[in-house]
């Protein structure tokens, strides 16, 4: 008997042990496809996880101002190898850094994410009443804004790259290059119908945006998000790209018409190099920015313009990793009355908001500085400034060059005045003149023609914001002067190699003929 | 400490409740019986070995286990003992045929690895790293390892946060009783897919019921070898070479610039004396305490024993201090029941580097690395001396329990075990702000492993008639696992004196629980936690065939939590069988004392120890970038996007797999004075997980596949010869151990033939332990030497077209480029020959060790001496790769060796994966020397319950015989790159004492 007590005992505990459920465990560090798609809040993580890997994807290896500021353009590099080769336009070399950014995968996964969240969201509307209507079609034309800006972004950098625009989830399937034209076409159109949806601000009882946007203030949105004007501004920057200024006015126009009603304004030289100026958090000033922001623990050592600029006496770096060399700052900054920076003919600095320590062997670009909060501690490299990658200034340019190339010249000045105004508005000692109709306008005879003079004013305005290796690429071909610089366009050496990995995992890519 | 306390206490009590020296019944496991004998004779015959009634509870997995393992995998532990180790990776290491141990810094308590017969993963990271670990077993309780999930966080990746112990730290050989490797399915199929990469099996010493008390210490001097230092004239000297060579006027460009800490020739800091060894190296003081007592009666006994241990690192103050202290109880209430329970509890105290790389991986900041730290003894001290302004506490307390029930019907038998290993670690940090220009670091982790094992097992023994004998088993296995930790670090504190991370404590304040002296937004908290689940369930059956023949067939079922919900079972059989052939063929001949041949086949599951891959296609809340991983989120919400840079992982993923065979024989001749056993393995790990690198332009680095195969073939070895026996004034044995491993790869993902993963080839057909380098040929000394293709073009590296000062690769393909087609396969990480050869000589009362530890057919790449002449690249940077530690200012590696490249190239001519820096790293050492001398006799004389009493003199790591140029080549981490971190193996000389009484 007790044997067989014991042996029922015995076979019960051998198979008691059989529970199915400890072995269906959710995983506490991912989300499967059960447990998305459901809610609001995942709906929220969704759109502004399209936000994050967009910052990421300009934030990484510093990309944003490698690819815009440090090819061929105003700095130079003391010890940096890498960047030497990319200032050379070297750009096979074998650095990683150099063979990072010729990598686009990080650009396709915003794209991955957004065709991701165009295909599913809906999922959401159908089980979260709380998901309305509008907060989904202003989502949706987020989303689509941001594919739409991947492309464009790609596009200035390789020229061709392979077109998708589905999820392809699982499958994967290899594509070859699109012609960089067909994927334009599609660029212009979805940031179009974006724009047409987008409000002008969030949060701020916009007819296209009513209520709390996920139910916060508008404080929390201002400046975050893409909104209507953002779209257009960069509606512009693509039509530019391609030479189409009818298109760049047009555009351009509805920004500067409009701006008042997105709580814009033209920012003062003093708020463009504040530590806690423009560039610092999110403002609604910033037309188009990925924000690292200081209070949301977003401050970061990499992925910002300081960390390749600053050093010593700024920050506790000996050796800045770019500088502009003083002889490039004398011949860029050679007008007078200028805030940014202006020096007489003694050789004493006046205004020194761009640049800190002049008189040293490398002088630190220091117009963006927004160091850990924005404070004044050199102690600590971390930053919290913005991607920007437009604002009023810039649109307002890029209308000036528009209208210069269209033969407005009148037109072309009055807009390149609206910046000049704001700039070359301080006396020989570098202080402001009290009165804001006391600068010194564009004239000819002093400052050139006008393209000339507009995109000098672009090289100082945008100095440090990933811009000065497009405005080259429109010069130039507006010029058709510079043999060297046109046989580059020609050829395919303005944009970047493909990456040895991405050529290896997919055979239906071409390396770009120039870096063959 | 207070567990400890507890237990001591609980000790005390029972060896005040049970009386001494009970001699009634003495049928205790001998311990004799393993001393002198690696080489086990086979004296048990299957029935016996199960539970014959003795208290304690035998495990009932041995029944015909012993006819079809190798007799080369059972350890000594008294002779292990010998060895001043901490972890058991450094007993075991050259011990075991197929053990291959890898001891990658001697600063003690860090994290080694083991391999049984090669690796099953090419060794990317900490992840394959820990999926091809074997499985620790103490006295039947599985262990758990440090997840390395943690890494993910992780901006830099030398070592896991927390404490970085190695948590095989807790094995105290003096209560060992014996260490056994398994290494074929034959003998781990029992222990499941966690076992797939071998077991190591421990049982502790068991209660006896006659009383008996051990002692043994020793204390010993951990002392550093001399290294030649350098100064400032030294590496300017080195450097200016190439100035001299490619640059017109001292600057390569004019705006580049001479590092300040070399410019100046007055500076006493770099050009004067370079004595920072005399702070940096010192000799160290180990020792060892261990005691227990036994006893009891044939009903109840326990055990109970106590250790500590100091281990020594000889650079850099470091050192580990480890309290152990363990209790074993067993009680038979009634004949045919029996209850054992252990506790095992162990605490680590280990005192790190100081290196700048990991104190800066762990802050996770790069300050100004323009200059390195001076080479002089008064600016070292000045610099040490901050550390005292701060702490580094790392504490790991690492404990093993069970409760067993046994039940013996006679020929039924059932065992049931509650097991559970536990380990934590703590690691609190405050650097002040004088070690970080000027800004404080506060951290703090704690986290833990853990896991709860319910094995359950039933046997039955049926004897059909003499000839045939049965046993069958049952049995059941589920298993808990958890991993968690939590984590904080603040930067910014307001001074230097408040070292904690204080919050503020009041509910009612609006700040309630934020940071107070650290920064808030400078405060960085993570949390994280994975968990997994183990069900299994098999069969067994044995059989023997007049004691000639055995059989044995295992099937069993194994369901992970941790495999997708459509594949999450996996069954496997195991086949084994043995041979007699001794008592078949040989039975009247004297000189053949035994011959055995065994074989075993079959297919085991191989854990997957991320619990990601079940979740199918996913979500992370990943957005970071280079630079930064930690990104929390877009405008202050956490966002969920597909794991792109993890890589994509779909709905099809099914069990990893390992198929093994094995065939091999032992013998013992005449008289056993020769023992051998020769074992051929073969081991496919097949369908195992890889990240293949595509569907970048669906924005991930790799998409996650089942397919990937590595073979591994080979022959363990192990011979030992009593030259001269035991008998005689004077005798000898000796016994060598060795393991030829080649390893391959067999498939890819998808059918693919090569993969490129970073920068290694994976290569169907050859081993993945490889480096990929380009062939070097010289230097081109004018550009006109530069060949010319057809094509007009100059020889070209990646579409640069090579200079003057390049180096002169060769154009494998003779496509006129250098590319990644012109790389090669060359080399092992991972030895192909591997083992130890042991000697013991005696005379009268006095016996000499000597034990060799040796590698072959390993190669290394002399990464350290690459970065060297890499400067420029090295400096330009600011990044973790510019950190020069104190010991830059060590002259190592043969600097002739390596011609003079233009080192502002952009086609990197100092890259490490070329030919002239992958060297030979094969060697010999003599691990051991050790004399002891046996006073057993004398001390009997006047006491007589003495059993043994002896005395030992021994130096470790006597020498090391290499072709290698760098440091011992032995500290190289798994990836085979020599980055020159890796801290001396002391050489150690100790005097101990063992006594039996």
């Given at each position: 008997?007790?044997?067989?007590?014991?042996l029922?005992?015995?076979?019960?505990?051998?198979?008691?042990?059989?529970?199915?459920k400890a072995?269906?465990?959710?995983?506490?560090?991912?989300?499967?496809?059960?447990?998305?798609?459901?809610?609001?809040?995942?709906a929220?993580?969704?759109?502004?996880?399209?936000?994050g890997?967009?910052?990421?994807a300009?934030?990484?290896?510093?990309?944003?101002?490698?690819?815009?500021?440090?090819?061929?353009?105003?700095?130079?590099?003391?010890n940096?190898?890498?960047?030497?080769?990319?200032?050379?336009?070297?750009?096979?070399?074998?650095?990683?850094?150099?063979?990072?950014?010729?990598?686009?995968?990080?650009?396709?996964a915003?794209?991955?994410?957004?065709?991701?969240?165009?295909?599913?969201?809906?999922?959401?509307?159908?089980?979260?009443?709380r998901?309305?209507?509008?907060?989904?079609a202003v989502?949706?034309a987020?989303?689509r804004?941001?594919?739409?800006?991947?492309?464009?972004?790609?596009?200035?950098?390789?020229?061709?790259?392979?077109?998708?625009?589905?999820?392809?989830?699982?499958?994967?399937?290899?594509?070859?290059?699109?012609?960089?034209?067909?994927i334009?076409e599609?660029?212009?159109?979805?940031?179009?119908a974006?724009?047409?949806?987008?409000?002008?601000?969030?949060?701020?009882?916009?007819?296209?945006?009513?209520?709390?946007?996920?139910?916060e203030?508008?404080?929390?949105?201002?400046?975050?998000?893409?909104?209507?004007?953002?779209?257009?501004?960069?509606l512009?920057?693509?039509?530019?790209?391609?030479?189409?200024?009818?298109?760049?006015?047009?555009?351009?126009?509805?920004?500067l018409?409009?701006?008042?009603?997105?709580?814009?304004?033209y920012?003062?030289?003093?708020?463009l190099?504040?530590?806690?100026?423009?560039?610092?958090?999110?403002?609604?000033?910033q037309l188009l920015?990925?924000?690292?922001?200081?209070?949301?623990?977003d401050?970061?050592?990499?992925?910002?313009?300081?960390?390749?600029?600053?050093?010593?006496?700024?920050?506790?770096?000996?050796?800045?990793d770019?500088?502009?060399?003083?002889?490039?700052?004398?011949?860029?900054?050679?007008?007078?009355?200028?805030?940014?920076?202006?020096i007489?003919?003694?050789?004493?600095?006046?205004?020194?908001?761009?640049?800190?320590?002049?008189?040293?062997?490398?002088?630190?670009?220091?117009?963006?500085?927004?160091i850990?909060?924005?404070?004044?501690d050199?102690?600590?490299?971390?930053?919290?400034?913005?991607?920007?990658?437009?604002?009023?200034?810039?649109i307002?340019?890029?209308?000036?060059?528009?209208?210069a190339?269209?033969g407005?010249?009148?037109l072309?000045?009055?807009?390149?005045?609206?910046?000049?105004?704001?700039?070359?508005?301080?006396?020989?000692?570098g202080?402001?003149?009290?009165?804001?109709?006391?600068?010194?306008?564009?004239?000819?005879?002093?400052?050139?023609?006008l393209?000339e003079?507009?995109?000098?004013?672009?090289?100082?305005?945008?100095?440090g914001?990933?811009?000065?290796?497009y405005?080259?690429?429109?010069?130039?071909?507006?010029?058709?002067?510079?043999?060297?610089f046109?046989?580059?366009?020609?050829?395919?050496?303005?944009?970047?190699?493909?990456?040895?990995?991405?050529?290896?995992?997919?055979?239906?890519?071409k390396?770009?003929?120039?870096?063959? | 400490?207070?567990?400890?306390?507890?237990?001591t206490?609980?000790?005390?009590?029972?060896?005040?409740?049970?009386?001494?020296?009970?001699?009634?019944?003495?049928?205790c496991?001998?311990?004799?019986?393993?001393?002198?004998?690696?080489f086990?004779?086979?004296?048990?015959?299957?029935?016996?070995?199960?539970?014959?009634?003795?208290?304690?509870?035998?495990?009932?997995?041995?029944?015909?286990?012993?006819?079809?393992?190798?007799?080369?995998?059972?350890?000594?532990?008294?002779?292990?003992?010998?060895?001043?180790?901490?972890?058991?990776?450094?007993?075991?290491?050259?011990?075991s045929a197929?053990?291959?141990v890898?001891?990658?810094s001697?600063?003690p308590?860090?994290?080694?690895?083991?391999?049984?017969?090669?690796?099953?993963?090419?060794?990317?990271?900490?992840?394959?790293?820990?999926?091809?670990?074997?499985?620790v077993?103490?006295?039947?309780?599985?262990?758990?390892?440090?997840?390395?999930?943690?890494?993910?966080?992780?901006?830099?990746?030398?070592?896991?946060?927390g404490?970085?112990?190695?948590?095989?730290?807790n094995?105290?050989?003096?209560?060992?009783?014996?260490?056994?490797?398994?290494?074929?399915l034959?003998?781990?199929?029992?222990?499941?897919?966690?076992?797939?990469?071998?077991?190591?099996?421990?049982?502790?010493?068991?209660p006896?019921?006659?009383?008996?008390i051990?002692?043994?210490?020793?204390?010993g001097?951990?002392q550093?070898?001399?290294?030649?230092?350098?100064?400032?004239?030294?590496?300017?000297?080195?450097?200016?070479q190439?100035?001299?060579?490619?640059?017109?006027n001292?600057?390569?460009?004019?705006?580049?610039?001479?590092?300040?800490?070399?410019?100046?020739?007055?500076n006493?800091?770099?050009?004067?004396?370079?004595?920072w060894?005399?702070?940096?190296?010192?000799?160290e003081?180990?020792?060892?305490?261990?005691?227990?007592?036994?006893?009891?009666?044939?009903?109840?006994?326990?055990?109970?024993?106590?250790g500590?241990?100091?281990?020594?690192?000889?650079?850099d103050?470091?050192?580990?201090?480890?309290?152990?202290?363990?209790?074993?109880?067993?009680?038979?209430?009634?004949?045919?029941?029996?209850?054992?329970?252990?506790?095992n509890?162990?605490?680590?105290?280990?005192?790190?580097?100081?290196?700048?790389r990991?104190?800066?991986?762990?802050?996770?900041?790069?300050?100004?690395l323009?200059?390195?730290i001076?080479?002089?003894?008064?600016?070292?001290?000045?610099?040490l001396?901050?550390?005292?302004?701060?702490?580094?506490k790392?504490?790991?307390n690492?404990?093993?329990?069970?409760?067993?029930?046994?039940?013996?019907?006679?020929?039924?038998?059932f065992?049931?075990?509650?097991?559970?290993?536990?380990?934590?670690?703590?690691?609190?940090?405050?650097?002040?702000?004088?070690?970080?220009?000027?800004?404080?670091?506060a951290?703090?982790?704690y986290?833990?492993?853990?896991?709860?094992t319910?094995?359950?097992?039933?046997?039955?023994d049926?004897?059909?008639?003499?000839?045939?004998?049965?046993?069958?088993?049952?049995?059941?296995?589920?298993?808990?696992?958890?991993?968690?930790?939590?984590?904080?670090?603040?930067?910014?504190?307001?001074?230097?004196?408040?070292?904690l991370?204080l919050?503020?404590?009041?509910?009612?304040?609006?700040?309630?629980?934020?940071?107070?002296?650290?920064?808030?937004e400078?405060?960085?908290?993570?949390?994280?936690?994975?968990?997994?689940?183990?069900?299994?369930?098999?069969?067994?059956?044995?059989?023997?065939?007049?004691?000639k023949?055995?059989?044995?067939?295992?099937?069993?079922?194994d369901?992970?939590?941790?495999?997708?919900?459509?594949?999450?079972?996996?069954?496997?059989?195991v086949?084994?069988?043995?041979?007699?052939?001794?008592?078949?063929?040989?039975?009247?001949?004297?000189?053949?004392s035994?011959?055995n041949?065994?074989?075993?086949?079959?297919?085991?599951?191989?854990?997957?120890?991320?619990?990601?891959?079940?979740?199918?296609?996913?979500?992370t809340?990943?957005i970071?970038f280079?630079?930064?991983?930690?990104?929390?989120?877009?405008?202050?919400f956490?966002?969920?996007?597909?794991?792109?840079?993890?890589?994509?992982?779909?709905?099809d993923?099914?069990?990893?797999y390992?198929?093994q065979?094995?065939?091999?024989?032992?013998?013992?001749?005449?008289?056993?004075?020769?023992?051998?056993?020769?074992?051929?393995?073969?081991?496919?790990?097949?369908?195992?997980?890889?990240?293949?690198?595509?569907?970048?332009?669906y924005?991930?680095?790799?998409?996650?596949?089942?397919?990937?195969?590595?073979?591994?073939?080979?022959?363990?070895?192990?011979?030992?010869?009593?030259?001269?026996?035991a008998?005689?004034?004077?005798?000898?044995?000796?016994s060598?151990?060795?393991?030829?491993?080649?390893?391959?790869?067999?498939?890819?993902?998808?059918?693919?033939?090569?993969?490129?993963?970073?920068?290694?080839?994976?290569k169907i057909?050859?081993?993945?332990?490889?480096?990929?380098?380009?062939?070097?040929?010289?230097?081109y000394?004018?550009?006109?030497?530069?060949?010319?293709?057809?094509?007009?073009?100059?020889l070209?590296?990646?579409?640069?077209?090579?200079k003057?000062?390049?180096?002169?690769?060769?154009?494998?393909n003779?496509?006129?480029?250098?590319?990644?087609?012109?790389?090669?396969?060359?080399?092992?990480?991972?030895?192909?020959?591997?083992?130890?050869?042991?000697?013991?000589?005696?005379?009268?009362?006095?016996?000499?060790?000597l034990?060799?530890?040796?590698?072959?057919?390993?190669?290394?790449?002399?990464?350290?001496?690459?970065?060297?002449f890499?400067?420029?690249?090295?400096e330009g940077q600011?990044?973790?790769?510019?950190?020069?530690?104190?010991?830059?200012?060590?002259?190592?590696?043969?600097?002739?060796?390596?011609?003079?490249?233009?080192?502002?190239?952009?086609?990197?001519?100092?890259?490490?994966?070329?030919?002239?820096?992958v060297e030979?790293?094969?060697?010999?050492?003599?691990?051991?020397?050790?004399?002891?001398?046996?006073?057993?006799?004398?001390?009997?004389?006047?006491?007589?319950?003495v059993?043994?009493?002896?005395?030992?003199g021994?130096?470790?790591?006597?020498?090391?015989?290499?072709?290698?140029t760098?440091?011992?080549?032995?500290?190289v981490?798994?990836?085979?790159?020599d980055?020159?971190?890796?801290?001396?193996?002391?050489?150690t000389?100790?005097?101990?004492?063992?006594?039996d009484?």
């Open positions: 008997m007790k044997k067989i007590i014991l029922g005992l015995i076979i019960s505990s051998l198979f008691a042990g059989s529970c199915k072995l269906d465990i959710n995983s506490t560090r991912v989300v499967n496809e059960n447990n998305y798609w459901n809610t609001l809040e995942d929220r993580a969704a759109i502004m996880g399209v936000y890997l967009t910052r990421a300009l934030a990484d290896n510093n990309g944003h101002w490698i690819y815009g500021d440090v090819r061929m353009g105003n700095f130079d590099s003391p940096r190898q890498d960047l030497k080769a990319v200032i050379k336009n070297d750009l096979n070399a074998s650095y990683p850094v150099v063979e990072q950014l010729s990598n686009w995968r990080r650009f396709y915003i794209i991955n994410a957004a065709n991701i969240f165009l295909e599913r969201i809906k999922e959401v509307k159908a089980k979260d009443a998901y309305t209507e509008n907060n989904m989502d949706m987020q989303v804004f941001l594919r739409a800006f991947a492309y464009f972004y790609m596009i200035r950098i390789w020229g061709d790259v392979p077109f998708i625009d589905s999820s392809d989830d699982g499958n994967f399937e290899n594509r070859p290059k699109t012609d960089q034209k067909a334009l599609f660029v212009q159109s979805e940031m179009l974006a724009a047409e949806v987008l409000p002008y601000r969030y949060s701020a009882n916009d007819i296209q945006q009513p209520g709390n946007y996920y139910n203030g508008s404080g929390r949105w201002d400046g975050a998000l893409v909104r209507k004007l953002s779209a257009y501004g960069v512009a920057h693509v039509a530019a790209w391609q030479g189409k200024y009818v298109d760049v006015i047009n555009y351009s126009k509805i920004v018409n409009d701006y008042g009603k997105a709580s814009m304004g920012v003062s030289t003093q708020d190099t504040d530590r806690q100026g423009l560039f610092y958090d999110k403002k609604s000033n920015a990925f924000g690292f922001v200081f209070g949301h623990q401050a970061t050592y990499v992925g910002n313009i300081e960390s390749l600029t600053l050093a010593e006496p700024v920050v506790n770096k000996n050796i800045p770019i500088f502009v060399p003083k002889d490039s700052i004398l011949s860029i900054f050679k007008e007078t009355n200028d805030g940014r920076f202006n007489d003919t003694t050789g004493i600095t006046h205004s020194q908001l761009y640049f800190t320590n002049f008189a040293g062997r490398y002088p630190i670009f220091s117009k963006i500085k927004c850990q909060g924005g404070s004044t050199p102690t600590f490299r971390i930053f919290s400034s913005a991607i920007l990658f437009t604002r009023l200034e810039d307002t340019l890029l209308r000036a060059e528009a209208y190339v269209l407005e010249t009148t072309a000045t009055n807009d390149l005045n609206i910046v000049r105004q704001r700039r070359y508005n301080v006396d020989h000692m202080l402001q003149n009290s009165s804001s109709t006391d600068y010194v306008a564009y004239s000819r005879a002093m400052h050139g023609t393209i003079a507009i995109f000098k004013e672009r090289q100082k305005e945008f100095m914001e990933g811009m000065r290796w405005d080259q690429i429109r010069y130039h071909k507006i010029k058709q002067n510079n043999p060297a046109l046989h580059l366009i020609e050829t395919g050496g303005i944009y970047w190699p493909i990456a040895k990995d991405l050529l290896a995992q997919n055979p239906l890519l390396q770009n003929p120039f870096w063959k | 400490m207070r567990i400890i306390a507890t237990i206490f609980l000790g005390v009590l029972c060896t005040a409740t049970y009386p001494f020296g009970n001699t009634a019944r003495s049928a496991i001998s311990n004799n019986l393993l001393f002198n004998e690696s086990l004779q086979q004296t048990d015959t299957a029935k016996k070995s199960v539970d014959t009634g003795v208290v304690g509870i035998a495990s009932p997995k041995k029944s015909i286990e012993k006819k079809l393992q190798s007799k080369g995998n059972k350890l000594d532990p008294k002779k292990l003992s010998v060895f001043p180790a901490l972890s058991l990776q450094q007993y075991l290491k050259g011990e197929g053990l291959y890898q001891e990658p001697g600063e308590g860090t994290v080694q690895h083991m391999f049984i017969h090669g690796t099953s993963q090419p060794l990317l990271s900490a992840r394959e790293l820990f999926a091809t670990q074997p499985l077993v103490l006295d039947g309780v599985p262990l758990v390892g440090e997840h390395p999930f943690a890494f993910d966080i992780q901006q830099f990746k030398y070592d896991r946060i404490p970085a112990t190695n948590t095989l730290a094995i105290n050989m003096a209560n060992i009783k014996s260490i056994e490797v398994l290494k074929d034959s003998s781990t199929a029992i222990y499941g897919p966690k076992g797939a990469n071998g077991v190591i099996l421990i049982t502790t010493n068991a006896g019921t006659k009383r008996k051990t002692f043994d210490s020793y204390v001097l951990a550093p070898n001399s290294v030649t230092t350098i100064n400032g004239k030294f590496e300017n000297d080195f450097r200016r190439f100035y001299n060579k490619y640059t017109a001292g600057n390569y460009s004019e705006n580049d610039v001479y590092p300040l800490y070399l410019s100046d020739s007055l006493n800091a770099f050009y004067g004396p370079s004595n060894n005399d702070k940096y190296y010192n000799s003081v180990v020792y060892g305490v261990n005691a227990s007592i036994s006893g009891g009666t044939d009903r109840a006994n326990f055990r109970f024993s106590l500590t241990l100091r281990s020594g690192g000889v650079a103050d470091t050192g580990a201090d480890r309290y152990d202290t363990r209790f074993i109880i067993n009680m038979k209430p009634v004949s045919w029941f029996t209850v054992s329970a252990m506790v509890a162990n605490q680590i105290m280990r005192q790190r580097n100081r290196n700048v990991d104190r800066l991986s762990q802050v996770n900041y790069i300050p100004d323009s200059s390195p001076a080479p002089n003894k008064d600016y070292y001290s000045g610099y001396s901050e550390f005292n302004k701060g702490f580094d790392n504490k790991t690492i404990i093993e329990g069970y409760v067993k029930l046994g039940v013996n019907l006679g020929k039924f038998n065992i049931s075990t509650l097991g559970l290993d536990y380990n934590e670690g703590t690691r609190d940090i405050f650097f002040a702000r004088t070690l970080l220009q000027s800004t404080n670091y951290s703090n982790y986290g833990y492993n853990q896991r709860a319910i094995d359950n097992v039933a046997t039955y049926y004897d059909l008639n003499e000839d045939h004998k049965f046993n069958f088993s049952v049995g059941s296995i589920i298993q808990y696992d958890k991993y968690r930790y939590s984590y904080a670090y603040a930067y910014k504190g307001s001074n230097d004196f408040i070292k991370n919050l503020e404590s009041d509910p009612n304040n609006g700040n309630y629980l934020q940071p107070t002296v650290f920064r808030r400078l405060v960085y908290k993570f949390l994280d936690k994975t968990r997994n689940n183990q069900v299994s369930f098999y069969g067994k059956a044995d059989y023997t065939y007049k004691e023949y055995s059989f044995s067939a295992i099937l069993r079922g369901a992970s939590s941790n495999q997708q919900p459509t594949n999450r079972w996996f069954y496997a059989p086949f084994s069988a043995g041979w007699d052939i001794k008592k078949e063929l040989l039975a009247d001949n004297s000189s053949v035994s011959l041949l065994r074989a075993s086949a079959g297919r085991m599951g191989r854990y997957e120890n991320f619990d990601n891959y079940a979740q199918g296609p996913q979500y809340a990943f970071g280079t630079g930064n991983l930690i990104s929390p989120g877009y405008n202050g956490a966002v969920l996007n597909r794991p792109y840079t993890a890589g994509s992982v779909g709905y993923l099914k069990w990893a390992t198929d065979a094995s065939l091999g024989i032992n013998g013992s001749f005449l008289n056993d004075r020769i023992n051998a056993s020769i074992d051929a393995y073969f081991k496919e790990d097949k369908n195992m997980l890889l990240g293949v690198p595509s569907g970048a332009e924005g991930y680095t790799s998409i996650i596949k089942n397919g990937m195969a590595i073979r591994n073939t080979g022959v363990d070895l192990a011979i030992s010869a009593n030259i001269l026996p008998e005689k004034l004077f005798s000898w044995n000796s060598i151990n060795l393991n030829f491993n080649q390893n391959k790869l067999t498939a890819l993902p998808g059918g693919l033939d090569q993969l490129i993963i970073g920068d290694r080839l994976l057909g050859e081993a993945v332990d490889r480096y990929w380098v380009l062939t070097n040929e010289g230097i000394n004018t550009d006109s030497e530069v060949p010319v293709n057809s094509g007009g073009y100059r070209s590296y990646n579409g640069i077209g090579l003057a000062g390049d180096p002169r690769w060769k154009d494998l003779g496509d006129g480029a250098i590319t990644n087609e012109d790389r090669t396969l060359t080399g092992h990480a991972l030895p192909q020959v591997s083992g130890g050869f042991n000697n013991d000589f005696s005379y009268k009362k006095w016996t000499l060790g034990n060799f530890y040796f590698n072959l057919g390993r190669e290394l790449v002399n990464q350290e001496m690459a970065n060297r890499d400067f420029v690249n090295r600011n990044n973790i790769n510019s950190v020069r530690e104190i010991t830059f200012w060590e002259k190592r590696g043969d600097y002739s060796k390596y011609l003079l490249y233009n080192p502002w190239s952009s086609v990197a001519p100092y890259q490490a994966n070329q030919d002239i820096f030979d790293a094969s060697f010999l050492k003599l691990r051991t020397l050790s004399l002891t001398y046996d006073l057993t006799e004398f001390f009997k004389k006047k006491a007589a319950n059993q043994k009493f002896q005395v030992y021994s130096v470790h790591n006597v020498f090391t015989l290499t072709k290698y760098g440091q011992d080549p032995e500290l981490s798994y990836t085979g790159y980055t020159g971190y890796g801290m001396q193996i002391p050489r000389f100790t005097l101990g004492v063992k006594m009484f």
